[in-house]
């Protein structure tokens, strides 16, 4: 059995569903296909919940509505007629998310979400498994909310490996008998009371590893409408490269330092039983796209490029001029935690702690205010944080023309480059 992952961009509109049925239609193996939200649902529902937590009935109404005929859109597009079963589906789960708002006041934003935010994947997985047995290929919809077993904390829960590995044992497994391809949600599970979780953002591709792991799947291929991974992020380098073959190893390096082609959690499960990852293209799906596998004998091949905008330096020093041991290193590190700062890169010398965050992510009067009783702060922002992989000197000449360079640090594989624009 092999993994398939399609993501939102691919299942946006009739002719995108199309597409992906002739791709699941290419491969005579067993299929579990893992599929996210149609096109920006996500961000839609994410609005429809917040106008259910402000009390804004007739906002919330339209915006359902809205959600509702974009699906059935789509279904008009894909079916001749309205007599298949998913129309009465898809609209239903509508109708019933129009009733929550009556239903009961809510008073738990991130309870409230998980349920209504996944209903997008829900519908989603619906019109696939409906139109794949339309185009006679013998499939059946699953329901991760029975399968995929998780904590309750709401909107980043964690998965109970042990217990959804049974799960997908006895409910999932064996419907494999009388169908080729099973399709199921990505991104949401349950709790052990029945209610439904999410995984966190963009937590399909994390769906696929957990699926592939507890199934013991012999691959799983994200399909994208990029080749592959790629060197650098195209919206800074027109001339980015495709990685055609790296480690699990790097995979989760270059996600660590922020690349986004997948999600970080999802390297992991993969790497442990040995499942090869492919990131594939939807739109050319005979091209190679990469292969993410065990051996690290060819990560060393091509630099990688990972940018981060947008960024602040702060540099601390103790008021009393005391030297930094670790006392006070300690001290200014729970400090940082106390304010929920996510450190990108940090340095120390004998009298000054300098870390960078994300401007977007870090509320910067809080940090002032934690360390002002016994610390000197100052800060630079309108940064930039460069991180290349497999470096050299030409790397990082291309890099830093035309900047100045506040902060760098190189380890042998990895240099990060803390800039400003000259
Ligand atoms: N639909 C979810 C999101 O947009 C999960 C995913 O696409 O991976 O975040
Ligand atoms: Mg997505």
Not at 93 to 117: A, C, G, M, T, W
Not at 145 to 159: G, L
Not at 184 to 189: R, S
Request: glycine content about 4%; overall charge negative.
């Amino acid at each position: 059995m092999k993994v398939f992952k399609f993501g939102g961009a691919s299942v946006k509109d009739a002719d995108a569903v199309r597409n992906v049925a002739s791709i699941v239609s290419r491969y005579p193996e067993k299929l579990g296909v893992v599929v996210s939200a149609m096109g920006k649902t996500t961000n839609a529902m994410e609005e429809i919940v917040g106008q259910l937590w402000d009390r804004n009935e007739a906002r919330f109404v339209e915006l359902v509505e809205e959600r509702r005929a974009f699906h059935l859109d789509i279904l008009a597009g894909l079916f001749e007629t309205n007599e298949n079963g998913v129309f009465a589906e898809v609209n239903k789960e509508f109708d019933q998310l129009l009733l929550k708002y009556s239903e009961r006041v809510p008073d738990n934003f991130n309870f409230e979400y998980d349920q209504i935010v996944s209903i997008g994947e829900v519908v989603s997985t619906k019109i696939i498994a409906a139109f794949l047995n339309e185009s006679s290929i013998k499939s059946s919809w699953t329901d991760a909310r029975e399968i995929v077993r998780t904590d309750n904390q709401y909107r980043e829960a964690e998965v109970d490996w042990n217990r959804t590995e049974e799960l997908f044992t006895e409910k999932f497994i064996p419907l494999f008998d009388d169908n080729d391809v099973l399709v199921m949600q990505g991104f949401i599970g349950h709790t052990a009371e029945g209610f439904t979780t999410t995984l966190g953002r963009e937590g399909s591709d994390f769906t696929a590893a957990i699926m592939a792991y507890c199934c013991n799947a012999e691959s799983v291929t994200i399909w994208k409408d990029v080749p592959g991974m790629l060197n650098a992020d195209p919206k800074w380098f027109e001339d980015t490269v495709k990685l055609d073959r790296i480690s699990f190893k790097e995979a989760i390096e270059l996600s660590y330092y922020g690349a986004s082609v997948i999600h970080p959690k999802t390297v992991k499960p993969l790497q442990n039983k040995k499942i090869p990852l492919y990131v594939k293209s939807f739109i050319d799906p005979e091209a190679e796209g990469t292969t993410i596998q065990a051996s690290e004998s060819q990560d060393h091949l091509i630099p990688s490029f990972i940018f981060k905008l947008d960024q602040v330096l702060f540099s601390i020093t103790p008021k009393d001029f005391s030297f930094l041991v670790e006392k006070n290193l300690s001290d200014i590190l729970n400090r940082i935690s106390r304010v929920n700062a996510k450190i990108n890169v940090m340095q120390n010398s004998a009298l000054n702690f300098s870390f960078l965050v994300d401007a977007a992510k870090t509320d910067i009067q809080k940090v002032l205010d934690v360390f002002e009783d016994q610390y000197l702060v100052k800060f630079n922002d309108g940064l930039e944080l460069i991180t290349i992989r497999h470096y050299d000197d030409a790397t990082i000449d291309r890099v830093t023309k035309n900047k100045e360079v506040l902060l760098e640090q190189k380890t042998r594989e990895t240099a990060r480059l803390i800039v400003k624009n000259k």
